[in-house]
């Protein structure tokens, strides 16, 4: 299973960003799909999850301001940012734990990081 992350970069605070992840491979299904992000100096933190039954939660710092959504024909997880403020500035990473004919059992991938920096 590979990870495509996309959707990252610069932009102004109070500004908006999209990001993508699409998985690929041998996939049955995929029971988790979510962004995580990493501030430099600081632990990698969850900021949004989606199940496969589209049941969602949210960091309390991006509530109001990210979206978290799925393609399911695609095999996508899309994070929609809004408002972003400098404090939300670091490398993003995509979750997912998938069901595949080649192993038993679920098994968790990470896609390879996008960078978002927000600053004026």
């Known amino acids: 299973v590979q990870l495509q992350a996309s959707g990252g970069g610069l932009v102004q605070p109070g500004g908006s960003l999209r990001l993508s992840c699409a998985a690929s491979g041998s996939i049955l299904s995929i029971n988790f799909m979510g962004w995580f992000r990493q501030a430099p100096g600081k632990q990698r933190e969850p900021v949004a999850t989606?199940?496969?039954?589209?049941?969602?939660t949210y960091a309390d710092s991006v509530k109001g301001r990210f979206t978290i959504s799925r393609d399911n024909a695609k095999n996508t997880v899309i994070l929609q940012m809004n408002s972003l403020k400098p404090e939300d500035t670091a490398v993003y990473f995509c979750?997912?734990?998938?069901?595949?004919?080649?192993?038993?059992?679920?098994?968790?991938?990470w896609g390879q990081g996008t960078q978002v920096t927000v600053s004026s």
């Open positions: 989606i199940t496969s039954g589209r049941s969602t």
């Open positions: 979750n997912v734990v998938v069901e595949s004919p080649l192993y038993i059992g679920p098994r968790g991938y």
